[in-house]
């Protein structure tokens, strides 16, 4: 996918978190081996599809890269989960999701809601 950057290394993190003291981020948390996670990454594709090119969209593999996600969750202070969407403006986490909680439709109007 063109317009997603998966999250390799700590200094990944820290650019994206950077890159939102001028633009909302979305970090997505995945897990290869939960099928939760695999049904809520095929929402996120989905939405990617038609995404606002003004959002910049990340993806964090926890089993390629766990010490990204341990760093993730220990910035944007908030509790890991698998999946999970963060919205992060400013270096804070302003919107998250898990689980079912992620859908084309909730990506879509937090996104939306964080751009005014």
Request: hydrophobic residues 35%.
């Amino acid at each position: 996918m063109k317009n997603l950057t998966e999250l390799h290394t700590v200094d990944d993190l820290e650019h994206a978190l950077k890159e939102s003291d001028h633009r909302t981020v979305l970090i997505f948390k995945h897990s290869l081996t939960c099928p939760i996670s695999s049904r809520a990454f095929d929402e996120f594709e989905s939405y990617l599809e038609h995404a606002d090119p003004r959002v910049s969209y990340n993806l964090i593999t926890i089993q390629n890269s766990r010490s990204v996600s341990s760093e993730a969750t220990a910035k944007l202070e908030i509790e890991h989960e698998s999946p999970q969407a963060i919205l992060v403006k400013n270096g804070r986490s302003v919107w998250s999701a898990s689980h079912f909680g992620i859908t084309e439709s909730s990506l879509d109007e937090a996104i939306h809601d964080s751009l005014g």
